[in-house]
């Protein structure tokens, strides 16, 4: 799931405002699931958390998605698993680079090894991707969060890295919730 800002007009002040394109997609093929894949879109004129409420309101299963609080309150009762996006955690090392070069090079470096255990991980079936994940990825995230335990408490704590490594430790959970299925 994800939200998109789009502009739409405000008739009378000759000005747009800013609504939502709420997309949520479904494509479990590369696990070996033979429905078809789908995207739902939906259009709202704010980002309040009742919009993702009202959109997956009978929805049952696991969400990948952004740390965006609209939908922290679906996660609570575990109707809905958390599943957090390691494209957006990767994106907080990558706008960091311009001020800690080093530290974002051994993030990306690691993310970099996690996405190419995936594509190792696309062709197999879900017993044998969870153990490809567990003795591949499942090292490399624990190498992570030590180091992020680690780096966090040596940069200055209103850097953009602190801001990647606050993120990145705060979905922790949610972003190795992938390599436990």
């Not at 405002?17 to 033979?34: E, F, L, Q």
Request: net charge positive.
């Amino acid at each position: 799931a994800d939200d998109t800002p789009v502009p739409v007009l405000a008739p009378g002040n000759g000005r747009t405002k800013t609504g939502r394109i709420w997309t949520y997609v479904r494509d479990d093929r590369p696990s070996g699931d033979t429905t078809a894949p789908a995207v739902w879109f939906a259009y709202s004129p704010d980002r309040k958390g009742e919009n993702p409420r009202q959109h997956l309101k009978l929805y049952k299963g696991a969400l990948q998605a952004d740390a965006y609080a609209g939908f922290q309150q679906r996660y609570e009762g575990g109707r809905i698993i958390e599943v957090a996006c390691w494209a957006h955690a990767r994106r907080k090392f990558f706008e960091a680079k311009e001020t800690d070069g080093k530290r974002s090079a051994q993030m990306l470096e690691f993310v970099r090894q996690l996405y190419a255990i995936e594509d190792e991980a696309k062709p197999l079936v879900h017993d044998a991707r969870r153990e490809l994940r567990e003795t591949k990825s499942r090292p490399i995230l624990d190498a992570i969060k030590a180091w992020l335990d680690a780096e966090q408490q040596l940069v200055l704590p209103r850097s953009p890295m602190a801001a990647a490594i606050g993120y990145t430790l705060n979905q922790w959970d949610a972003l190795c919730r992938y390599a436990e299925h």
